[in-house]
T-cell receptor, first 111, second 114 residues
Framework: SQQGEEDPQALSIQEGENATMNCSYK?????LQWYRQNSGRGLVHLILIRSNEREKHSGRLRVTLDTSKKSSSLLITASRAADTASYFCATDGTSGSRLTFGEGTQLTVNP | GAGVSQSPRYKVAKRGQDVALRCDPISGHVSLFWYQQALGQGPEFLTYFQNEAQLDKSGLPSDRFFAERPEGSVSTLKIQRTQQEDSAVYLC????????????FGQGTRLTVV
């Protein structure tokens, strides 16, 4: 079964706008990761945030983590058509063990 | 190798046929995972290896599913007597040793059971 839920399930925006995706999870975590998946392809790692971190940046990506609410958000700023993909959060409960994925958010960025 | 390699990319099997899916992880990666992904869904965990030891197989949906990694490198996921509900993309991922490490995924094998 999935660890958490992502919200929204689908998001459609115009190029240049910001996109925010949310993820909620159920159990304690060691870290939380975000992945991107283009249609018909494998998943690509975007960013990892540790359980003792509250915010992290990487390029146009900003991730927040609130362990008290068991939730995370991914913000993509100044979106581009090439950002169109599915985005998944994944929780890591124990070092090196399995990642448990959410259902994903399908992002469409219209040119 | 440069990345995680899976073969075949596509497999069509007749119901009842046995299939074998191969995963070649990144050289030196200790951990290897198999996931099943249905259309429009997130990846669902199947099984996990650390070197050649299968440490967790709790996600395998039935005893028709079997995975091995005999030398701690290449892994094979075998599905016996395939059923239509086995149709999905099967993803393999590997991770290096460490507390805060990312998983590297292969392109997946799309299995269609007809």
């Amino acid at each position: 079964s999935q660890q958490g839920e992502e919200d929204p399930q689908a998001l459609s925006i115009q190029e240049g706008e910001n996109a925010t995706m949310n993820c909620s999870y159920k159990t304690s975590i060691n870290n939380l990761q975000w992945y991107r998946q283009n249609s018909g392809r494998g998943l690509v790692h975007l960013i990892l945030i540790r359980s003792n971190e509250r915010e992290k940046h990487s390029g146009r990506l900003r991730v927040t983590l609130d362990t008290s609410k068991k939730s995370s958000s991914l913000l993509i700023t100044a979106s581009r058509a090439a950002d169109t993909a599915s985005y998944f959060c994944a929780t890591d409960g124990t070092s090196g063990s399995r990642l448990t994925f959410g259902e994903g958010t399908q992002l469409t960025v219209n040119p | 190798g440069a990345g995680v390699s899976q073969s075949p990319r596509y497999k069509v099997a007749k119901r009842g046929q046995d299939v074998a899916l191969r995963c070649d992880p990144i050289s030196g990666h200790v951990s290897l995972f198999w996931y099943q992904q249905a259309l429009g869904q997130g990846p669902e965990f199947l099984t996990y290896f650390q070197n050649e030891a299968q440490l967790d197989k709790s996600g395998l949906p039935s005893d028709r599913f079997f995975a091995e990694r005999p030398e701690g490198s290449v892994s094979t996921l075998k599905i016996q007597r395939t059923q239509q509900e086995d149709s999905a993309v099967y993803l393999c991922a590997s991770r290096t040793r460490g507390t805060y490490t990312e998983a590297f995924f292969g392109q997946g094998t799309r299995l269609t059971v007809v």
